[in-house]
């Protein structure tokens, strides 16, 4: 099992700037990736930001260019920089983990954090 536990997310105005942070827990060896999704009503979660366990990254069109994700690895901790934060940003942000296993991948998830931009 993998417990994520997420942070930092609140209220911004346009253009302002939030750190998210993750921090893993539990069976943290063989996880081979993990990324940042989000969320808002009627519509379906998706992708923000991915790190692999290489270090390799890839984001969002939408986000390219305003938002980094990083990770510090002595604290099983991944980051998720924002800048430049437009209204429709506003999304409720999860934390995902991908670890590796016999029978396949495992999908874990944070609580999520409430990212709101107001214009």
């Known amino acids: 099992q993998v417990q994520l536990a997420e942070s930092g997310g609140g209220l911004v105005q346009a253009g302002g700037s939030l750190q998210l942070s993750c921090v893993a827990s539990?069976?943290?060896?063989?996880?081979?990736?993990m990324a940042w999704y989000r969320q808002t009503p009627g519509k379906q979660r998706e992708l923000v930001a991915r790190i692999t366990s290489g270090g390799s990254t890839n984001y969002a069109d939408s986000v390219k260019g305003r938002f980094t994700i990083f990770r510090d690895n002595p604290k099983n901790t991944v980051y998720l920089q924002m800048n430049s934060l437009k209204p429709e940003d506003t999304a409720v942000y999860y934390c995902n983990a991908v670890r590796g296993s016999l029978g396949g991948p495992l999908d874990y998830w944070g609580q999520g954090t409430q990212v709101t931009v107001s214009s």
């Open positions: 539990g069976t943290f060896f063989s996880v081979v990736a």
